[in-house]
Every structure is written in structure tokens, then in C-alpha cells.
């Protein structure tokens, strides 16, 4: 049984010379310890021996378990030790690389301009109000001095959602709405969306308008003026200059189409400008006292102004983009550079 024992040390030792890695050891182990190991089998066999030999050839084996268990515990931890080498040179981080980026949204050329658009005017004390997108045609229409056969209606390319709930064709019908609930003075903003049957270089289905109206007792054409160039200058700079030109509108008597100097070429003439000099951005005129008349205010009483702005042609010009489609494609590549 000696022999037996030195034979299974000599065996186990030079098993142990060819084990590379951590899991041959652990089958090594069990070859030799496990339930059916070798050494466990071995020991089973000491009830058979006398009285006499079982201390010596117990002692004896004690001293082979001891080395054995020893070898396999040295070994385990100098393979550990290399693995987990292996594994950090496999794992290198090299730290001075740059990180990731997280991408930061930027705002749409078109919320850039709206919110300057505000930020200009809530400085001239105007309030900011709002009104649905599915309008009534009484709002956009009627109470807007602009009856059922009225020619201005066929201008406007409605979509119609019934026979008379349409997406409204511009943020005028807010004036009404807010004129209903609140007595003069009423100094408002109006920035919101607006839709119609269009679409070309220059005309998207959905577009940004920014209303004003501004009613009191007393209000005159010159004060429309005042505010509309004090808006030209902070928006497109101090050197703009302004001009008026008569038009119609339903809803304003007299109106006027407005045109800055080019912010291009400053007035000289350019492809911006199509060689006029002038960029027409904005409607405006005295409110129609027809129009009061709808909301119950006394025409003989007050006066007022409205002008309403298109904000995607605005931004166009503040960021030189040359065509409106562009601002709603959503093509990341093109947003990110504003
Ligand atoms: N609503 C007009 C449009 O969409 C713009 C406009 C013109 C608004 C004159 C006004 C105004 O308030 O007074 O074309």
C-alpha cells in the first residue's frame, strides 16, 4: 500500500508538470481527490490493514495528501496569477483616448427664430397667446371680415377637415379668439403653425406665423410703424431699413405688405433679393373696424394694429438657407449646422 502511495505522488506530480491552466488542474484534483480519485480509493482500502500497519501507513499517506495538496495549491495560484495577467493585457484600456461624445440636440433654426421673434417683442410689452391649429371657419374666416364668397378665400388653398372645420390658414383667428374674452387694451403675440394646400421652393404645407394685434384707445398707423422697424432693427440689425407698401387684407383698412432692406446685400441688389433690394417678410395694417364689430369692441371707440409674419422665411434669411423644404426634411445633417 507504500508502493501504491508513492506510485499516486509520483504520478500526480508529474501530471501536475503538464497542466496549463486552471481547469485541467481542477480535473487533476478530481482525478486524484474527488470521490473517485485515485488517493480517495486508495484510503478506502485502510480498513483491511492490521492493527500495526494502519498508524504508519496513515502517517505516510497524511504526508503524501500534505505535499500533493501543496503542489496543486502552489500551482493553482501561480496559473491564477498568469490568467488573470493574460486577461488584463487582453483588456487594456488605453485611457488616453478621447471618450464618446454625448450628442447634444440643438434647437431648430425654426424655434431659434421663434424665440427671438418673442423674446423682441415680449421687450415692447406684447404677451404671448395662442389658439388651436383646427380652427372653425368663423375664426379664420368669417369674423375676419372675410364672408363665404369673399374672392380673399380662394387665395388661401384651405384644408378643410369638414365642411366647416379647417387647418387654420394663418394665426389671425387668434386675434379674434383673444379679443372675445379680454377687453381692450389687448397687446398680443401670436406664434404658432399654420397650413395650406402648397408647396414649392418657397411654400411647405405646414409653416410658422407669428400674429400681432395690438388694440387701444387711440392707436394709430404711425405707432405700427414705430414697433415694426424697432422689430426690423433687433431682429436683422441696427442698420435695416423698413418700407410699406399698400395692399389688402380683409381684416385691415388700410394694410400694408412690409419689406426689410436685403440682408444680403444690404439694398444694392442681389439673387436674394431677385435685384429689388427688398425681402418682403411680413402683412400688416389697421384693424378693420368690421372685425370689431364681431368681437363686440365699439369701432367709434378704439383703434388698432395687426401685422402677421411668416417665421420659416424669416429664418431662411438669418440663416442663408435657400430652400424652405429643407427646414422640414429633418435630414440630421443639414439641422446640426445652426
Ligand atoms: N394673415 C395674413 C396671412 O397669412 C398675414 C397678415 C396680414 C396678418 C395683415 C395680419 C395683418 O394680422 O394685419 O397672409
Known amino acids: 500500500m507504500q508502493e501504491q502511495l508513492n506510485q499516486i505522488e509520483a504520478d500526480a506530480l508529474a501530471s501536475l508538470k503538464n497542466v496549463e491552466n486552471l481547469a485541467d488542474l481542477e ?55 498568469q490568467e488573470r495577467q493574460q486577461k488584463l493585457a487582453l483588456e487594456k484600456i488605453d485611457i488616453t483616448l478621447p471618450g464618446r461624445r454625448p450628442t447634444i440636440g440643438k434647437k431648430h433654426p425654426v424655434t431659434q427664430s421663434l424665440e427671438r421673434i418673442q423674446v423682441i417683442f415680449r421687450g415692447m410689452g406684447f404677451q404671448v397667446a395662442e389658439g388651436p391649429e383646427i380652427e372653425h371657419e368663423y375664426y379664420n374666416f368669417d369674423a375676419l371680415n372675410t364672408p363665404q364668397d369673399h374672392p380673399a378665400r380662394d387665395l388661401h388653398d384651405t ?33 404658432g403653425k399654420a397650413y395650406r394646400r402648397d408647396y414649392d421652393i418657397s411654400h411647405t404645407p405646414m409653416f410658422h406665423q407669428v400674429e400681432g394685434l395690438l388694440v387701444d384707445y387711440r392707436v394709430t398707423f404711425s405707432e405700427l410703424k414705430g414697433v415694426l422697424h424697432s422689430f426690423a432693427r433687433q431682429m436683422f440689425g441696427e442698420g435695416t431699413r423698413v418700407r410699406f407698401r399698400p395692399h389688402f387684407f380683409p381684416f385691415t383698412e388700410p394694410s400694408a405688405e412690409v419689406d426689410i432692406s436685403c440682408t444680403v446685400c444690404g439694398g444694392k441688389g442681389c439673387r436674394t433679393c431677385s435685384w429689388t433690394g427688398w425681402l418682403e417678410i411680413l402683412g400688416a395694417g389697421s384693424v378693420d373696424p368690421n372685425v370689431f364689430s364681431y368681437v363686440n369692441y365699439d369701432p367709434n371707440q378704439v383703434t388698432g394694429f395687426a401685422f402677421g409674419m411668416g417665421v420659416d422665411r424669416i429664418a431662411m434669411l438669418r440663416f442663408g438657407i435657400p430652400d424652405l423644404r429643407l427646414l422640414f426634411e429633418n435630414d440630421m445633417r443639414f439641422l446640426r449646422q445652426f
Do not use: C, W
Open 159 to 191: 384644408l378643410y377637415i369638414t365642411d366647416s372645420q379647417l387647418l387654420r390658414t394663418h394665426t389671425s383667428p387668434v386675434q379674434v379668439r383673444v379679443m372675445e374674452k379680454q377687453q381692450p387694451p389687448v397687446r398680443i403675440i401670436v406664434p
Open 27 to 81: 480535473s487533476l484534483r478530481i482525478k486524484y481527490f474527488g470521490r473517485k480519485g485515485a488517493f480517495t480509493a486508495l484510503m478506502k482500502g485502510m480498513g483491511a490493514l492490521s492493527q500495526e500497519e494502519r498508524p504508519i501507513v496513515g502517517k505516510h499517506a497524511n504526508t503524501v495528501r500534505t505535499r500533493l495538496t501543496d503542489a496543486f495549491d502552489r500551482l493553482a495560484e501561480t496559473l491564477a496569477r
